[in-house]
């Protein structure tokens, strides 16, 4: 799965002392299986009442978000989210029903 956690919501004040806390994320998470692709996007807040281990804005990469989304969430929904994006792809590559314009 490739995650894009590159966009977030930041406190306009101090929190606990910081500038600059990342307090939401919006997220966007594509798996590939050769043509065919699954996609999901949202955002997910973060528990910024016990900042631990504070990182100023200009020090976040992209792997630390993914990882602070993906603690977030929890181990169940990610792993549901990697079954529903197997799902997507599965039913791109097996359609169930397709769309059709008559013609007449």
């Known amino acids: 799965m490739n995650w894009n ?6 406190y306009t004040h101090e929190q606990d ?4 806390v990342i307090w939401n994320v919006h997220w966007q998470v594509t798996k590939e299986d050769g043509d065919y692709e ?5 955002t997910q807040s973060l528990n910024t009442e016990d900042i631990q281990d504070f990182k100023p ?3 976040v ?7 602070w989304v993906k ?8 792993t549901d989210l990697e ?4 799902s997507q792809i599965e039913d791109e ?3 169930t029903s397709i769309t059709k314009t008559i013609e007449n």
């Open 5 to 10: 956690c590159k966009t977030v919501d930041v």
């Open 17 to 20: 002392g910081h500038e600059e």
């Open 38 to 42: 699954g996609s999901a996007y949202g």
């Open 57 to 59: 804005f200009d020090e």
């Open 61 to 67: 990469t992209s792997a630390m978000i993914e990882g």
């Open 71 to 78: 603690d977030a969430m929890g181990e169940e929904a990610v």
């Open 83 to 86: 079954a529903s994006l197997d």
């Open 93 to 95: 590559k097996n359609p």
